[in-house]
């Protein structure tokens, strides 16, 4: 309604938007998880699949927005990382938190049947908050710090339940064990006590889910240009210098790199994402051949 005599009130809302020229991060989190992964039954200490529903949920938000450079995720929280330059929402701070975090609550609902086998007793609930960097070496700490917190969690969280699970130590008796350790202390018991070389375990657990848009070909030798484009899951250490060196595009010109894999050994959230990129070119096809 034009030229109401109540418009007035939009006077009232802020003006939130955000700096130009720094990197925007919205950062998610799972909301009282340990209750949620009680009630669901989540495998301990890692739950492959609760793992992935979250990733699938990271990767409907970056299909959404394309100006997100990368997203990490690693147990019950997820962050976006948007380039410096993004004009989504007209860089408005509000907008672009509520829109990433109700599409990340959705997304995850809609993606659980697709990997857990037990239905959902109650919504998820997910909060989120914006956080602004000035520099490129202020956004390789908090993802350094990210990764850290995965690491430092993940070992005292598979060192405390094969205490409880196989040691049949209660909670209490597995937290005073584990009390005033360090991690070479954690890395001791568990290949002493249980034959587990923490370096072997999967590396997701370990370091997290890095998402980057890519263009997947089968060989190194393929042509960039024919790939198709895809977000890609990867699991490495992103805070040595190595990953900032193979992924020039995160920090450089936005250009997604190519990624060589081949179909049979494709992580599974890539397969079904070229799956379902293949069933809409060909439904698209169907359409432009019936008219």
Known sequence: MACSRYEYVKSYELDDRILPNVWIVIRIDGKKFHKFSNAHKFEKPNDENALNVMNAAGIAVMQEFRDIVLAYGQSDEYSFVF??????????????????????????????????????????????????????????????????????????????WKLVLESGLTNQQAEERLRGTLSADKNELLFQEFGINYNNLPAMYRKGTILLRKRVVQSANDDQEKGSQAIVPIHDDLIREPFWREHTEILGKYVPGKYVSEVSSSPRLLKMQLSEELQLAEQLQDKANIS
């Open 83 to 160: 380039r410096k330059d993004t004009t989504a929402f007209k860089r408005r701070a509000s907008k672009l938190l509520t829109y990433v975090t109700s599409l990340f609550s959705t997304s995850y609902v809609m993606n659980w049947p697709k990997w857990m086998d037990r239905q959902l007793v109650y919504a998820p609930c997910f909060d989120g908050r914006t956080v602004l960097y000035p520099s490129d070496a202020n956004l390789r700490d908090y993802l350094s710090w990210r990764q850290a917190d995965v690491h430092v969690n993940n070992l005292y969280n598979t060192a405390f």
